[in-house]
Structure formats: C-alpha cells, structure tokens
C-alpha cells in the first residue's frame, strides 16, 4: 500500500498560530509515502518562514507562494495542477489528522472499491477544546444529497485521481470545495463515507464558514451560477440546505 504517493494540499494565509501542527499531524501519519504541496496567498505574518524552516529537514514539504493574493479557490486549484500522486486529499492549514487517516482512507478505497472516500470529525475551538460533539457522516452520498447538505468537509475529502482524474474547483469565494465534490458525483454513483473521526476540524471565532449574515447568498449564487439550477430547484435544496445547517451546528 505504501508505493501509491499521496497528494496533500494545503493553501495558507496568515496561518502562523497553526500551521506547524498542521503539518506535524501529517508528519505523524502511519502512511508515509506522502507529498504536501502548502500554496501560500500571499501572508503577511510568519507563515512562510515557519513553513521554509520544516522544510529544512522534511522533503516531502513542496511550498508554492502566490504573486498575488488570489483566495482559496485559486489556491487549490493551483496546488491541485501540481499533484503526482494516485490520491488527492486536502488540509487547511488551521486543521489536523488523525495519525491514522491516510491509512484508513487508503484501506478504505481498497476494501469498498469506491474511489472517493471521506471522514466524519471532532469539532474543536481555536485551542481544541471540544465545542460541539462529532460530526458523523453518512454512510455514503450523492450528488442530489450534496445540493441537499455538503456532508464533505475538505479536510476529510480522499479521492483517488487516478481513477477519477483531475478536476479543479470552481473559482467562487465560497463553495468552491462543494463544487469539486458535485463534479465527482455527476459521474460516479455516491461518495463513501468512514463513520469514525479521523481528523479535527478547528472553528475559529472570525471563520468565514461561521458567518451566517452571508451563507444564504453565497449558497443562493452557487445553486444558480454554478450549478445552473433553475429557480424551483434553487428554492428546494436551499430549504433543505437551511434547515440542515442549523441541525449541524445545535450542538
């Protein structure tokens, strides 16, 4: 199992507070044939210099920065062109693994004969204090279910591109990851899902995700713009989609 390369990547920006146990988790892996492609946007802080001292005795490290500040969507896309390995999975650089989440994912694939795999996840604050209990996937989705909710977080995402092949995420500010996922799904019957948690997914105060004055908009875009639905259809999953997110984040 270990001759097949894993493809990790990581965008940043201004990730300094936790970027090293970022990449410690994955240093921790049990799998160890592994490349991290981070793709800097341009930060401010000391991201880089933390990144470029790791990589002083880590070669699986590839930094990439970006000229100009370009947002996540182009930043993973960016990381994605740059893969070479049989797997493509994604880490943001405030979020970690468990040690053994390559290895499960792999075995998973493996065993189940699907090709694209994800995990459930603990929820922790900016200093892992467990706020919220574990997120339990279902057991598998399609792509009428992702409309519905994106069960898929991107830090639990295992896909085996060479299988599926490369694909890039839309360029929107948000949803971009729900995107990549819809066009995976448009093409295989359903996406499995390991009920065990296998990685920590970090809430931080000001994230994007948790600012709800501007998910219905951005939500409404993406059904409209990105998917092409029509109005009825729009109208369907985003009331699906509201009442789903408020069960996610009740407790």
């Known amino acids: 199992m270990q001759d097949h390369l894993v493809s990790i990547i990581t ?3 201004n ?4 970027i090293a146990e970022t990449i410690a988790s994955v240093q921790s892996q049990t799998y160890a044939n592994w490349e991290m492609i981070i793709v800097d946007d341009c930060s401010k802080d000391k991201t880089v210099a933390i990144i470029e001292e790791i990589m002083q005795s880590e070669s699986r490290i590839k930094l ?3 000229e100009n500040n370009s ?3 182009i930043a993973r896309n960016t ?3 740059a893969t070479k390995g049989k797997f493509m999975t994604f880490l943001d650089a405030d979020d970690i693994w468990l040690p053994d989440f390559i290895e499960n994912s792999i075995k998973t694939i493996q065993r189940e004969g699907i090709h694209f795999v994800f995990s ?3 929820r922790s604050d900016e200093a892992l204090n467990f706020i919220y209990s574990d997120f339990i996937v279902p057991e598998k989705v399609t792509y009428h279910d992702i409309l519905k909710t994106n069960s898929i977080s991107c830090l639990t995402a295992f896909i085996d591109i060479e299988v599926l092949g490369k ?3 839309p360029e929107v500010f948000k949803r971009q990851d729900m995107g990549l996922w819809l066009q ?3 093409e295989i019957p359903f996406a499995h899902g390991i009920k065990e948690p296998k990685a920590i997914y970090r809430i931080r105060k000001n994230s994007l995700s948790r600012k709800k004055s501007d998910l219905l908009k951005y939500q409404w875009q993406f059904y409209r713009n990105v998917e092409k639905l029509n109005l009825l259809q729009s109208c369907y999953y985003m009331t699906h989609w509201m009442y789903r997110g408020f069960l996610k984040y009740r407790n």
């Open 11 to 13: 965008p940043s920006f």
């Open 15 to 18: 990730s300094e507070k936790f």
């Open 64 to 66: 990439v920065k970006l």
């Open 71 to 73: 947002g996540p969507a």
């Open 79 to 81: 990381g994605i062109k």
């Open 120 to 122: 459930s996840y603990r």
């Open 167 to 169: 694909k890039l995420m």
């Open 184 to 186: 995976y799904l448009k």
